[in-house]
């Protein structure tokens, strides 16, 4: 009996279903994912060794090469109930899409009086305005205002954050709620202008401060 030859031919797969996977999974993430802002100011920070990053709980005080200070901060929660302090400090009324916007912006260096018209700009001109910073000078000292009001709003949700983690059965840290400071130095700015911003937060009695530094491996 003769033997049956079955044909020859090349397997193939059908894409299709992968393709849609991945198209689903890319607009997932498109929906999904919260852009930073661009921050108004780029400064190079010094070197160092030091392999531990930045916590999620952060104020941060940033000084350009110029000397001139910015100020920002990053649970968006915080941020609010901070201008709403500072709103009632200086008496300066901020509507409410003002309020939501602040609270996803990145750092800013410009007084209350012309925080504002910042808010209001779209994201990509705030770095192109040129701000003069925080004032910090003995008649208008704004960044001890920021921080100080900051330090409160940041000890509020950290306690809230607190809490809820331990409804949920966890065991969690105080102490990794609570904010921590950060001072950012351009490698060029002069020594007395940092000076100036830890003078600010010794008077406020917040001396848990650490430098960013740009990372290098250890010789």
Not at 60 to 73: A, C, L, Q
């Amino acid at each position: 009996m003769p033997k049956i030859k079955i044909p020859k031919s090349s397997p193939s797969i059908d894409m299709t279903p992968m393709v849609d996977l991945a198209f689903l999974l890319v607009t997932f993430f498109m929906l999904a994912a919260s852009f930073r802002s661009s921050e108004p100011i780029q400064v190079t920070t010094p070197s160092s060794i030091s392999d531990k990053i930045i916590p999620e709980n952060v104020i941060m005080v940033t000084i350009d090469k110029g000397g001139r200070v910015f100020f920002n901060m990053s649970d968006a929660e915080a941020r609010k109930e901070l201008l709403q302090n500072m709103s009632g400090k200086y008496s300066i009324k901020f509507t409410p899409e003002q309020l939501e916007k602040f609270s996803f912006m990145s750092s800013f260096g410009c007084t209350m009086r012309e925080l504002p018209g910042y808010i209001d700009l779209p994201a990509d001109d705030r770095s192109r305005v040129n701000t003069k910073g925080v004032p910090l000078d003995s008649t208008d000292n704004q960044l001890k205002d920021w921080i100080f009001y900051g330090n409160i709003a940041a000890l509020n949700t950290g306690e809230t954050g607190y809490q809820e983690a331990k409804l949920k059965g966890e065991s969690p840290d105080v102490n990794d709620f609570k904010p921590k400071f950060i001072l950012r130095v351009d490698g060029e700015a002069v020594y007395a202008h940092a000076q100036n911003v830890i003078n600010v937060f010794r008077d406020l009695k917040l001396n848990n401060l650490n430098f960013v530094t740009t990372t290098e491996l250890a010789p």
